[in-house]
């Protein structure tokens, strides 16, 4: 069979007035859904998996996790993951959508540090973290029972904050990095990102990107030079070759079809594209 999409789920999307987020015992989940789960697939929202025990794989992009006790693994939107077959996975599902969650600078900064699309999305809490984790994990499921309480979106939101900020400091620890929370270059990157996730396929110049974010292209390249030690064209390119290896990998496409989706009129243009960021053409890295 020819696959032209790759299955895309949504949470709450036909009811929008519903809490956009919601905690579910993964193993009840993982055997209510049974097949599903295991094809590769993404989100419209985000997801947090946290696995208790030792138990097979996970499959995020092009890369496969051997899961190990307490793994937990970030799903971003828009990233294609897949379940192995072990229906007696034991665990915490989280899903929420962008909605619920972003609300300052800080919630974009957390977006990037911790649901990054191909870099580190895996961790192993630590045994001196698991009693605090396990706390606003709790704590976020008793509101969830409490729906007709005053606020309780709100301690939701913010113990869901307070979760990931515990866990970026793991991450932060093991690689020697310093939490920046207010640094003004990397607030700015990251909006930059944001924009990119919205017009990667349009096929806006550095220049154009600049003019969004109301800075110059020198200033951006500035501040990308700073963040990551890149070009602002490179994270373009990045995010286009991104969208074209999983359009490859987990559909049946044609390459002109895959150029016409992510912003190219020319399907040999996109070929050199490709093969210049990568080292090979599309239909090598297909193979």
């Known amino acids: ?57 996970h499959t995020v992009d092009f890369k496969t996790y051997d899961i ?29 959508n962008e909605s619920f969650f972003m609300h300052n600078d800080v919630d974009i900064f957390l977006k990037y540090n911790v649901f990054k699309s191909q870099k580190n999305p895996c961790y192993i809490i630590p045994e001196d973290t698991l009693e605090t984790a396990s706390t606003y994990l709790k704590l976020m499921k008793r509101e969830l029972s409490h729906r007709n309480q005053f606020g309780y979106k709100d301690i939701i939101r913010f113990t869901l904050k307070s979760f990931l900020i515990t866990l970026e400091r793991i991450h932060r620890t093991n690689h020697s990095e310093t939490l920046e929370l207010n640094s003004a270059y990397e607030l700015q990157f990251f909006k930059f990102k944001e924009l990119i996730e919205a017009h990667y396929k349009e096929g806006l110049s550095v220049k154009d990107y600049a003019s ?38 987990f559909t049946s496409l044609q390459i002109s079809e895959i150029a016409f989706k992510i912003g190219f009129d020319d399907a040999s243009y996109f070929v050199k594209f490709f093969k210049r960021h990568v080292g090979m053409s599309p239909s090598s890295y297909r193979s």
Not at 27 to 53: G, L, T, V
Not at 69 to 93: C, M, P, R, Y
């Open 68 to 96: 190990k006790e307490n793994t937990i693994l970030f799903i971003s939107k828009d990233q294609i993951h897949a379940f192995d077959n072990n229906l007696d996975v034991t665990g915490w599902l989280i899903h929420f």
């Open 1 to 57: 069979m020819k696959k032209e999409n790759i299955a895309q789920y949504h949470l709450h999307k036909l009811h929008p007035q519903k809490l956009q987020f919601e905690v579910y015992d993964l193993n009840e989940y993982r055997n209510r859904s049974i097949d599903k789960p295991a094809q590769p697939h993404s989100h419209s929202y985000y997801q947090i998996i946290w696995f208790f025990c030792k138990e097979g794989t």
């Open 212 to 249: 969004l974010l109301h800075i110059s292209s020198k200033t951006l390249t500035t501040i990308s030079k700073k963040v990551v030690n890149k070009s602002p064209s490179i994270i373009i390119a990045e995010r286009i070759i991104l969208q074209a290896k999983r359009l490859l990998k």
